[in-house]
């Protein structure tokens, strides 16, 4: 979650005045907006999240079969977008995921991290 928050039958949203230090207290919104923003977030969390307590499988080199496709669908040219309607997530999933790719390979740029790839075999 980007910060914390709780939602109480989906009627109530509780989040803290200072995300950094929730001791300063915390804020009841009682905007029917910010309640369906606070519970559009979570769906979205949830619904890619992993089953609590699953380990995440990696291959030999150390890549998820989600972080495999993905490389190979940016090495033939997918975007985001593209990317993450073939993996079943958002663009912004597939950002992050790639920036996480990048800093695995430390890549500056998408080129980089595919030319870094390939000289590790991961594509």
């Known amino acids: 979650m980007p910060t914390p928050l709780v939602i109480v039958d989906r009627r109530v949203v509780i ?12 804020l009841e919104p009682d905007s ?10 979570f769906d979205q969390l949830w619904s ?13 080199q150390g890549l998820t079969s989600a ?7 940016a090495a033939v040219g997918h975007s985001d ?10 663009g912004r ?11 695995r390979l430390d890549a500056d740029s998408r080129f980089q991290a595919g ?6 075999g991961w594509l």
Not at 48 to 60: L, N, Y
Request: net charge neutral.
């Open 32 to 41: 029917p907006g910010m309640l369906s923003v606070a519970c559009a977030l």
């Open 93 to 103: 999933t597939v950002k992050r995921q790639m920036a996480d790719l990048m800093a």
């Open 48 to 60: 890619t999240a992993p089953p609590f307590g699953s380990s995440v499988t990696v291959d030999g």
């Open 15 to 26: 989040v803290p005045l200072d995300p950094a230090d929730p001791r300063q207290g915390a």
């Open 81 to 90: 977008e593209a990317a993450g309607r073939t993996l079943g997530v958002s």
């Open 115 to 120: 030319v870094r790839a390939a000289h590790r």
């Open 67 to 73: 972080e495999r496709t993905l490389l190979e669908l």
